[in-house]
């Protein structure tokens, strides 16, 4: 039976000015979406690090992991870091790849392997880290292909020595990837512990990754969705527009059987990025977990 969860990630109604996106000013706290899920009756939990937590202090933690167990919400997983490769946007309005300083690196594989001890911590079996795909024009992209896979390998070994999952999320940078950007990269980094959290959203082509949201109808991102979904242990969700009652960005009737198809019994988790409802957002995740229930239920 597939789990129905919820990413507990939620901003407030306005960030605050001059003040980094990730300041906990800015996301709703923890706790109180912890009990707002609880109270969905849904079955696990999971967390953007640094997104909503007052602190990585031992003591914090372990009363959110007390919090979480006494509302029967295991923590699926830890997201954490940015990708293992920079972004630059070029004046034609292409996207490419290009290598970061070997300090920058450093940096993002140490924020890592931080989100690998936290999760050991808190006893939540996987993190999640973005891996996209690195468009033909990037410079030296070859170097930056092994670049990534290198760093994947890196964390993943350490995190098997803490008996934790790598969970690849098919996220930009440098852009969105295709279904075979995911596999390519599956097969190449080749750890044990090295999975993968299937995002219904962001895709090339796809609505969810788009400015506009209205994706690139010569694509079909649901193809990369069959590509990959044999290889998922993990489903993100993704809700834009549901104040209908339904999602109207995501055809989520062909998202359910592509699961089935491939005897999908892992967790799936709600990840709401609201795009124009006319509800409040914590509404709009009670619808979401209302019309996917019945969607599993079918």
Known sequence: MIKLGCNAMLPVAAELPQTPKDHPANWIDIEELV???HGLRLDIIDFQLFRGFRSTDPNYLRRLKILCQRCGLPIGFLGVGSGFVGVESRADGTTVGTALDADELRQRIALVKKGIDLAAFTGAPMIRHFGGA???ES???DALWHTVVRSFQEVSDYAAGKGVLIGLHNHAPATAPTGDDI????????RENFTYILDTGQWHGSPGASATGTGDPAVDCYEFMEQTAPH?????????KIDSGREEWIDYERVMEILR????NGNMSIVFEGKGNHCSDYEAIGLAAKFLRRLLAE
């Open 35 to 37: 009990h707002f899920i």
């Open 139 to 141: 410079e030296n992209r």
């Open 232 to 240: 998922a242990t993990y489903v993100r969700a993704k809700i834009y």
């Open 183 to 190: 596999l390519r990269l599956l097969r190449a980094v080749e």
């Open 261 to 264: 198809k491939v005897n999908f």
């Open 134 to 136: 690195i468009p033909p």
